[in-house]
């Protein structure tokens, strides 16, 4: 019962996000479908270890092509879904290329296993699978499959790099469109997906040590496979609820992006231009709308948006969205500050200075003064007290 359970999870909480995230609208959120075809590969490889580690050998070596283009293609799959998120707004069948090292070893590993014999394939299993024998001590179409199975495994660790760079790289640039474009970033920024990557490549190395040492050895051990067991499956579960909740895409960022109103551009200089957005800010409080967007700000200006994120980011150094909880935080400390408001809520103290919701509302007021709202105003009542007394 322990045994089953360690082998089988991974590849359950693979299944149940598969189905839950292809089975979910395809037009309505087109990466998170594609996310439940990532499952589906990711499935298959944890299959194939179920099979491996309950000692179904016959059907492991029978299914081996599929384990070979399953596990050279989650990678892949996980950057094509990235891309998704974050640049690509339809299915572009040029990524499939990525998938070339997986179809190519997969074709050579069936090419591999028709010509071996029922003896040559016991030999590769027994041998080098699972006893480990130097490739030079199998005979001769055991050899040239062993030789692809390491060629796979170099390939993947090539992989592991490569995407995490690259997916890395694509992350960082759709949220730093998302900060400098809205002033609410709830659901909208995918930093989870940068951290998830950092997450695989810890993961990758395990499959890479498993790989080297052989998992013939955790066979009949279920403590020693409790360990990447349960890392896999709250990983991959983890991937799974992310990509579920993630609703905001690259395609609604455009759409807001081409929803910029029709303005009669002025000349301003930088100097005219930085006055004007101060003076929108503190005497208009544009900011206590939840929904601004750069949009609103370029139009209340006449200018270009381009203008005012330059403005913003060269002048001020930060991001717009920065900008603007800047002056949020600081309309809440003024009301957190004033005796007669103490009666309100932080529901009623979020809504007015412009805060998505009570959550955002904490957590920015906590980044930018270190502390709670809560304890923001603890702090002053304190202070307030002490200076009755005195």
Not at 103 to 108: D, E, H, T
Not at 151 to 156: I, Y
Not at 253 to 265: A, G, M, S, V, Y
Not at 302 to 307: G, L, M, P, V, W
């Amino acid at each position: 019962m322990w045994h089953d359970l360690v082998v089988y999870t991974p590849m359950y909480v693979t299944a149940f996000w598969a189905v839950v995230l292809l089975t979910s609208p395809k037009k309505k959120n087109l990466p998170k479908h594609f996310l439940g075809l990532f499952m589906v590969l990711a499935f298959l490889v944890y299959f194939s270890h179920t099979l491996y580690f309950k000692e179904k050998f016959g059907t492991y070596i029978f299914l081996d092509p599929v384990y070979m283009f399953s596990s050279l293609s989650v990678y892949p799959m996980y950057y094509w879904y990235i891309k998704l998120l974050t640049v690509e707004t339809r299915i572009n069948f040029k990524n499939l290329w990525l998938l070339a090292p997986a179809a190519f070893f997969s074709a050579v590993s069936i090419l591999v296993y028709t010509l071996m014999n029922e003896a040559e394939k016991s030999e590769y299993l027994h041998l080098f699978l699972l006893e480990r024998v130097k490739i030079s001590e199998l005979s001769q179409w055991p050899k040239v499959q062993a030789v692809v199975f390491i060629c796979g495994r170099f390939v993947f660790s090539i992989q592991v790099i490569f995407f995490l760079i690259h997916g890395r790289k694509l992350v960082i640039q759709y949220n730093n469109r998302i900060v400098n474009f809205y002033s609410n970033l709830e659901d909208k920024t995918i930093f989870w997906v940068k951290y998830l990557l950092y997450s695989f490549v810890a993961t990758s190395l395990m499959s890479l040590t498993f790989n080297i040492i052989g998992r013939s050895v955790f066979i009949g051990h279920s403590l020693w496979l409790l360990l990447p067991s349960a890392i896999f499956s709250v990983l991959l579960f983890f991937i799974g609820f992310q990509g579920y909740l993630q609703n905001h895409t690259v395609l609604e960022l455009k759409k807001d992006e081409k929803q910029e109103p029709e303005i009669n551009l002025k000349a301003w200089n930088s100097d005219q231009l930085k006055k004007r957005l101060l003076d929108l800010f503190e005497k208009e409080k544009v900011y206590r709308d939840a929904n601004l967007k750069i949009t609103h700000v370029s139009a209340g200006l006449n200018t270009n948006r381009t203008y005012i994120s330059k403005l913003i980011n060269n002048e001020f150094e930060v991001s717009f969205n920065e900008f603007v909880n800047r002056y949020r935080v600081k309309e809440a400390k003024d009301l957190l500050e004033n005796d007669s408001q103490q009666k309100f809520s932080l529901n009623y103290i979020s809504e007015s200075a412009g805060f998505g919701s009570v959550g955002s509302f904490i957590r920015i007021f906590k980044d930018v003064t270190g502390k709670t709202p809560g304890q923001y105003r603890e702090q002053i009542k304190r202070k307030n007290n002490s200076s009755g007394l005195l």
